[in-house]
C-alpha cells in the first residue's frame, strides 16, 4: 500500500552464467534456496511482529493468563484439591503459577523470552482467548484463527485468479490495439485503483444490496444455512459476488494498465521485430517473444498487488462482515482480545511469506534467467 | 524554476493533468481557508462537544439539497423563539393579569408547514425566572383546521425541555399515533398512510406566574428531515464540519506520509547503492523482510497498545515504508548513473560520502522520485481512512474516515441514510483521482519511455 503503483520495474540486470544441468534440477535448487531464505524471512518477520507487540508487555499477559487457566483447570479437576477451602486453592493455584512461569522461563529476561515465543508462533501455539471462542467452541487462538482461515483464502484466491487472468487477457487485447477507445478508456480508469477495495464496497453495497436488492449486504451463507450441499455452495457464490467486484474494480484497472504498458515496452524490442520479419505468426511472437519475457516483471508487480489485497481485506471483511481473518481482527480489536490481534497478526506475516514464496516458485517456472541457468536471486 | 515551468507546460497537453491539478489547488485553498476560519481548538471542541452543542439539530438528516429532487419535499428544521429574538410576529408574547396573585404569560408561535413528511421530534425548551413558586405551563397545539389539542402541563423549574414524543399522554390522546406524525397529520387521510396538512400551525405556551416579576420564556424546535448543506449525524453533528475539517487533515496525513515514506526510501537506496557491498545486501535483506510485516496489523496493534493519535499512526506507517519495495525501483536507476564520469570527479577533489550521496547523486534523480510520490498521496490518504473505519481514527480530530466508520456502524446504508456514506466516499474519491492523474501524467513526462504508449 506504500508502494506508488507504477508500472516501471526495472529488473535487475542478469549476470550469464551457463550451466549444464537440468530445468528440473535447477528449479528444485532455486526453490529450495528461496525456501530457506523465506523461512528465515518469515522468522525475521514475525519476530519484529512479537517485538512490536510485546512494547506493552502485552505476549507476556497472554502468555500468563495462559498458564494461569491451565493450572486452574488441572487444579479444578483434581480429586486431590477438592476438599480445599478457596483461599487454600487460590494460595495454592498462586503458588504452582509461580513455579510454571518459572518453569516457562517468564521470569528470565525478555530477550531469552522473546525467542521462546518466536518458537510459539512459528509453531503457531497462540495461546488462549479470554473472550473469543471459535464456533466449534474452542478458545485456542490457533483454532479460532484457523477456523477462520478458509473463508478468508477462499474470497482471495478467487478475486486474485480473476484478476490474473482478466488482467493478462485484456492487457494482451489492449497492447495488440493500442490508442483505441477501450485502451484510453482503461489508461484514463488506471488512477481509479487509489481507492482501497473496501471502499467501492461500499458504493457496490448502496448499489446492489441497498438500491437494486439483487445481492445480499454481506455475509457468508444466508441465515439458515441452506441443507443441501449445492444450495449451500450457491448461496455462498451469491455472497462472494459483491466482495469479489469490489476487489476486482480496485486493482483491475492498474493492473491491466500495467502489464499492457509492459507489453508494449517489450513488443518494441528489436528481436520481436525480427521474429515478425522471419513471417512468424502473431500469436507465436505474441506467445514466445513478447509474453515470456514479460512474464518475471508482472509477477513481481502481482507480488506487490496481493500484498495490497491482504490489507485491503480487513476492512473489506469488515465491511461485508465475510467471516475470515480480517474481520476476526476487526472484531478482536473492538474487544481487546491481545491474543488474537497478536496471532493474527503472526499469521498474516505466514500468509505474506507464503504468497510472496509461491510467486517466487512461478517466477523460478517462468524466469528464462532461472530456467536456462542464470543467477540465483532472480527477484532482485 | 525552468524545470517547474517545463514540467507544468508538459502537464498542460494531458487534460486530465490539468482538471487534477486544478483539483489539488483547490483542496489546497480551501484547507487554508478552513483552517483559519475554523481553528483547530475549536474544530476539535465543536466536534467532540456533545450533543449540548447540537441540541437544535435534527439526527440523521439529510442535506437540504434533497429537496431539490423532483418529488421530494421534506420539512426543514423551524426554530422559534424567545420571544423579542426575531423581528417578525411569529413569535408574540403577552402578560395578563388574572388574579392578584398569577399572571398569564403567554407565549404563541406561529408557523408554515408545507413539507410532504412528518418533522423527526418536536422539543420546546422553556426557562424560567421566578424565585420560590414555580410556573405552571400549559400547552396547547392549533392546527391549520381549527382543532384543538392540548399537549401538556409542565411545571417550570430551572431549564425544562418537554420533547413531544415522549408525552405518553399525549400519544394516548392522539390514538397511539407518534405525536411528531399525529399532531401534522391530515384527519383526512389513510390512517396507514398518514399525510401533513399543510397550513398554519400555532403552539401557545400558557404559562401561570405566581411571583409579580416572574417569567417565563419558551424556545420551539421541530426539528426538521433535512439540516445543511451536507446532512447531520446520530448525534446531531452538522457533517458540514468533519468534510471541511476532513481535507486539511487529509492532506496533511497524505503528503506527509508520501514525503517521508518516499525520501526516506530514496535516501536508503542511494546510500546503499553508493557503500555497496555489505550495505547494500543489509538494505536488500531487510527490505525482503519488511515485505512481509503486515503494516495494517501492526498499525492496528500500535493503535490499541500505544496511542490512536493519527501523528503517532503517521510516524509508525512511515517508518514501516522506509524499506518498501520502492527501494528496489531507485535502486535500479542509482546503480545505472552510479557510473558517470562526475561522481569520479567529485571524488578526484576530495568529496565524501555523504557530499556525493546528497549532492550529486539523489538531486539528480529527483524527477524520478516525483510521480510515484503524487500517486502515492491518495493512497496515504485511504490508509488514514481504513484506520478510522476500523475503529482506530484520531480519537480528536473529525475526518472523512470518522464520518465513514460513523455511518457503518451505525447501519447507514441499510438504513437508507445514503448522503452519509457518499459524501465523504465522493471527497476522497475526488481528491485521490486528483493527486493520481497528475501522478499519472506526471510518470509519462518524466519517463520518456512510456510517452507514446
Known amino acids: ?380 | 524554476m525552468t524545470a517547474i515551468r517545463r514540467t507544468l507546460s508538459a502537464l498542460s497537453q494531458y487534460p486530465s493533468a490539468v482538471v487534477g491539478l486544478a483539483i489539488i489547488v483547490a483542496m489546497v485553498l480551501f484547507s487554508i481557508y478552513i483552517v483559519i476560519a475554523i481553528p483547530y481548538g475549536e474544530a476539535v471542541d465543536l466536534w467532540r462537544g456533545g450533543e449540548g452543542v447540537w441540541l437544535e439539530n435534527p439526527r440523521t438528516a439529510q442535506p437540504k439539497w434533497v429537496n431539490l429532487f423532483p418529488g421530494v419535499n421534506l420539512p426543514e428544521t423551524i426554530i422559534m423563539g424567545p420571544a423579542g429574538e426575531a423581528d417578525d410576529d411569529s413569535v408574540q408574547k403577552e402578560r395578563k393579569e388574572v388574579s392578584e396573585e398569577m399572571t398569564d404569560v403567554i407565549t404563541t408561535f406561529t408557523f408554515d408547514y408545507n413539507a410532504d413528511e412528518f418533522p423527526q421530534e418536536i422539543s420546546l425548551f422553556l426557562t424560567s425566572e421566578h424565585e420560590q413558586k414555580r410556573p405552571l405551563v400549559s400547552l396547547t397545539w392549533l392546527t391549520p383546521d381549527a382543532r384543538e389539542i392540548r399537549i401538556a402541563d409542565v411545571t417550570v423549574e430551572g431549564p425544562v425541555t418537554v420533547r413531544f414524543s415522549q408525552e405518553e399522554k399525549l400519544q394516548r390522546r392522539l390514538d397511539d399515533v407518534r405525536p411528531e406524525i399525529g399532531l401534522f397529520a391530515d384527519p383526512d387521510s389513510d390512517a396507514d398512510d398518514p399525510r401533513p396538512l399543510k397550513g398554519t400551525y400555532r403552539l401557545v405556551a400558557a404559562g401561570l406566574v405566581f411571583e409579580d416579576d416572574a417569567d417565563v420564556d419558551a424556545r420551539l424546535v421541530v426539528y426538521g428531515q433535512v439540516y445543511g448543506l451536507a446532512g447531520t449525524d446520530h448525534l446531531r453533528r452538522d457533517l458540514m464540519l468533519a468534510l471541511m475539517w476532513g481535507m486539511p487533515v487529509a492532506l496533511a496525513f497524505g503528503l506527509l506520509a508520501a514525503v517521508g515514506t518516499s525520501v526516506s526510501t530514496f535516501i536508503v537506496a542511494a546510500i546503499g547503492v553508493w557503500f555497496g557491498g555489505i550495505a547494500d545486501a543489509v538494505i536488500q535483506r531487510i527490505t525482503e523482510v519488511n515485505l512481509i510485516l503486515p503494516t495494517l496489523p501492526i498499525l492496528i496493534m500500535v493503535g490499541l497498545f500505544f496511542s490512536r493519535s493519527i501523528w503517532v499512526m503517521l510516524g509508525v506507517l512511515i517508518a514501516l515504508s522506509v524499506f518498501s519495495s520502492g527501494i528496489k525501483t531507485s535502486r535500479a536507476i542509482f546503480l545505472q548513473i552510479k557510473e558517470s564520469p562526475y561522481f569520479e570527479a567529485a571524488r578526484a577533489y576530495g568529496a565524501g560520502n555523504f557530499r556525493i550521496i546528497f549532492l550529486y547523486l539523489i538531486p539528480r534523480l529527483i524527477p524520478t522520485l516525483v510521480p510515484g510520490f503524487v500517486v502515492a498521496i491518495p493512497s496515504f490518504v485511504f490508509v488514514e481512512a481504513t484506520l478510522a473505519v476500523l475503529n482506530l481514527g484520531d480519537p480528536l480530530l473529525p475526518t472523512w474516515g470518522k464520518v465513514l466508520s460513523d455511518a457503518r456502524v451505525n447501519d447507514a446504508l441499510y438504513q437508507g441514510n445514503y448522503y452519509w456514506v457518499l459524501e465523504p466516499a465522493a471527497l476522497l474519491l475526488v481528491s485521490g483521482l486528483g493527486f493520481a492523474m497528475v501522478g499519472f501524467a506526471l510518470d509519462r513526462v518524466f519517463n520518456p519511455r512510456l510517452r507514446d504508449l
Open chain 1, 1 to 380: 500500500m506504500t508502494d506508488a503503483a507504477l508500472p516501471l520495474q526495472p529488473d535487475a540486470a542478469s549476470a550469464e552464467r551457463p550451466r549444464t544441468q537440468s530445468t528440473l534440477t535447477r528449479v528444485v535448487h532455486y526453490t529450495g534456496l528461496r525456501m530457506i531464505a523465506m523461512f528465515i524471512t518469515i522468522m525475521i518477520g514475525v519476530y519484529l511482529t512479537i517485538l512490536i507487540a510485546n512494547m506493552g508487555g502485552h505476549v507476556d499477559k497472554i502468555r500468563r493468563g495462559y498458564i494461569r487457566e491451565q493450572v486452574a483447570i488441572s487444579v479444578g479437576f483434581n480429586e486431590e484439591f477438592k476438599n480445599m477451602t478457596s483461599e487454600e486453592r487460590r494460595a495454592h493455584i498462586d503458588k504452582l503459577v509461580a513455579l510454571q512461569e518459572k518453569r516457562m522461563g517468564l521470569d528470565q529476561p525478555f530477550l531469552l523470552r522473546s525467542f521462546s515465543f518466536l518458537w510459539g508462533a512459528m509453531t503457531l501455539d497462540l495461546g488462549w482467548a479470554d473472550n473469543m471462542s471459535s464456533d466449534s467452541g474452542s478458545r485456542m487462538v490457533r483454532n479460532i484463527i484457523l477456523e477462520r482461515l478458509p473463508a478468508t483464502l477462499l474470497l482471495f484466491s478467487t478475486s486474485f485468479m480473476l484478476n490474473f487472468l482478466v488482467g493478462i487477457f485484456v492487457a494482451l487485447y489492449l497492447s495488440r490495439n493500442y490508442g483505441s477507445r477501450l485502451d484510453r478508456a482503461i489508461v484514463g480508469l488506471a488512477p481509479t485503483s487509489a481507492a482501497p477495495s473496501w471502499f467501492y464496497g461500499l458504493f457496490f453495497i448502496l448499489l446492489f444490496a441497498a438500491l437494486l436488492g439483487w445481492f445480499p449486504f454481506g455475509g457468508l451463507v444466508s441465515a439458515p444455512p441452506p441443507d443441501s450441499i449445492v444450495n449451500y455452495a450457491l448461496s455462498v457464490l451469491n455472497h462472494m459476488v459483491l466482495p469479489v467486484i469490489a476487489i476486482f474494480f480496485s486493482s483491475i484497472f492498474l493492473g491491466i494498465y500495467g502489464q499492457r504498458t509492459f507489453f508494449l515496452i517489450f513488443s518494441h524490442e528489436d528481436y520481436v521485430d525480427m521474429a515478425r520479419a522471419k513471417g512468424l505468426s502473431d500469436r507465436v511472437v505474441e506467445r514466445r517473444y513478447i509474453m515470456r519475457p514479460t512474464m518475471p516483471t508482472i509477477v513481481t508487480s502481482l507480488a506487490l498487488s496481493i500484498i495490497g489485497l491482504w490489507f485491503g481485506s480487513i476492512v473489506l471483511e469488515t465491511i461485508f462482515n465475510w467471516p475470515g481473518l480480517g474481520r476476526l481482527l476487526y472484531l478482536a480489536s473492538n474487544i481487546f482480545e491481545t491474543s488474537v490481534i497478536v496471532g493474527s497478526t503472526v499469521v498474516y506475516a505466514y500468509l505474506l511469506g507464503i504468497t510472496v514464496f509461491f510467486l517466487d516458485i512461478v517466477y523460478a517456472l517462468i524466469d528464462p534467467r532461472v530456467k536456462v541457468g542464470g543467477n540465483q536471486g532472480g527477484q532482485a
